[in-house]
């Protein structure tokens, strides 16, 4: 398998005549893993978690979790199969904060059997099994974190984020405190604002159009969403040494010429598509007024430019690490 290249320049396959490349056979191909019992609140079709109510605007059903196991395969193919960017050696201790359906928890265990790994969210969507030295709880990471002096950790992990945290500096202040000296932590999240090198993407309007709707909506909730580009800054504020910013594209579709980028870009295609209705519906009914049925109007716009051949579109997943200096 050919290394990522974060610098590398998308080559258009002039051959290529991919479209969904059968987004419903990849889905159901990932994981899902079933739900603690739990209350759970229903909305527009989908199911929202119960702790917390309200504060975090995105679904946590089967259907989002399916979504969010392909994600963690995305974020493992751009890095050539690695789970992180951050130089650890080794580590007792490591933390996943928003953990979700627990895959990256689960893979790090596998990987360091000598660390116990700590993953936390809002909601109960973890298997129910787990090697012994990894465990999940729930828990809000914007809440007061109450580890003990003897419980730092080695290495602190936040994915996918954006749109969950209304407060960055203090969840990264909190990260820094409770990390050993000389610990890491590294927050994954990826770009909202998709573009192409041909500049074929300023003819993808409602794409442009539903962007900007969710910094408006997400901004007003009070948890934006277009917050990647200040975590750097943010955590160089907060004390980290070191901080780097990897930055990885991601074609939105199999246009790419380069095999690697291709196959990346089909699975990067399937999750945009699958990603449109849950960062949409809670947020434009609840936050902007949109009835359901001018909801469901825009994101059939969204998804038809995100399917169509002729817009050569990508976005960019960063990764974001520091250390806590010793």
Request: charge should be negative; aromatic fraction near 12%.
């Amino acid at each position: 398998m050919s290394q990522p290249n974060p610098n590398e320049r998308i080559q258009v396959d002039t051959s290529d005549d991919d479209s969904l490349f059968d987004s419903q056979s990849l889905l159901g191909s990932s994981l899902s893993f079933a739900s603690s019992v739990r209350d759970y609140n229903y909305e527009n079709g989908r199911r929202y978690h119960a702790y917390r109510n309200g504060q975090y605007p995105f679904p946590n059903d089967e259907e989002e979790q399916d979504r969010l196991a392909l994600t963690h395969h995305l974020f493992k193919l751009l890095l050539g199969g690695s789970l992180h960017r951050a130089p650890i050696a080794s580590a007792t201790r490591i933390l996943d904060i928003g953990t979700g359906t627990g895959e990256w928890a689960l893979e790090m265990a596998e990987l360091h059997p000598q660390a116990y790994i700590l993953g936390t969210d809002l909601s109960p969507i973890q298997p129910s099994w787990a090697p012994p030295n990894c465990r999940f709880f729930i828990d809000d990471a914007e809440s007061d974190w109450t580890f003990d002096r003897d419980e730092k950790f080695d290495f602190i992990h936040a994915r996918s984020l954006s749109g969950g945290v209304g407060d960055w500096p203090r969840l990264l202040k909190q990260a820094f405190t409770n990390l050993k000296p000389g610990g890491w932590f590294e927050a994954q999240e990826f770009d909202l604002f998709i573009v192409s090198e041909d500049g074929t993407h300023e003819e993808a309007t409602a794409l442009a159009t539903w962007k900007d709707l969710l910094v408006k909506a997400s901004t007003k909730f009070g948890k934006p969403m277009d917050v990647v580009r200040r975590l750097e800054e943010w955590m160089g504020n907060q004390g980290f040494g070191n901080v780097a910013a990897d930055k990885y594209k991601c074609p939105v579709g199999g246009w790419a010429k380069n095999h690697r980028l291709k196959d990346i870009g089909r699975v990067g295609k399937v999750i945009l598509l699958e990603i449109v209705e849950p960062y949409t519906l809670a947020l434009f009914t609840r936050v902007l007024g949109f009835s359901y049925q001018d909801a469901q109007e825009l994101m059939e716009q969204v998804r038809a430019e995100l399917v169509s051949n002729s817009y050569h579109l990508y976005t960019t997943f960063h990764f974001i690490y520091g250390q806590k200096p010793l």
